[in-house]
């Protein structure tokens, strides 16, 4: 399944926007490499970082833009940015652990697509609410991939 960005997944801020697209397509990614039968090597290995790395740098950046807007979900924000960086942890062991290794891709793809899905609508699109009020956090901007 191919995330598909949809106006409802909007939060108000084209930069969080622009940063939950890039978590779309890496996540794709990883789906395409799943499909492919691909579960190891370098190709793997880096979109694994680059995805964590990139989401961590993102939550910094949407967790600032909520304190300062003073959304409403801010502090429900942070607890479920922990609860996913748990789960990453886990996979993440469990991918250095256990064979064959394109199962338990599968099951972190399937949670990713659906915790990305579940938390844009429901938490990150509360910043909607005060999209008037200008986010200048100090991490203006991640890459666009």
């Not at 979900?73 to 062991?93: P, T």
Request: hydrophobic share 35%.
């Amino acid at each position: 399944m191919t995330l598909e960005w949809k106006e409802t997944y909007s939060t108000g801020s084209q930069t969080i926007d622009a940063q939950h697209r890039s978590l779309f397509r890496y996540t794709d990614q990883l789906g395409q490499y799943i499909a492919d039968g691909v579960s190891s090597g370098r190709d793997v290995d880096n979109l694994m970082g680059t995805l964590t790395g990139y989401a961590a740098a993102h939550f910094l950046y949407e967790e600032g833009c909520m304190r300062q807007r003073q959304c409403r979900l801010h502090e429900k924000n942070i607890q479920e940015h922990d609860g996913f960086r748990q789960q990453v942890a886990v996979f993440s062991q469990r991918l250095e652990d256990e064979r064959p290794r394109l199962q338990v891709l599968r099951e972190l793809h399937e949670m990713l697509e659906g915790w990305l899905v579940m938390h844009i609508v429901e938490v990150d699109s509360t910043l909607r609410e005060k999209a008037l009020k200008p986010c200048g956090v100090g991490h203006e901007a991640l890459p666009q991939t």
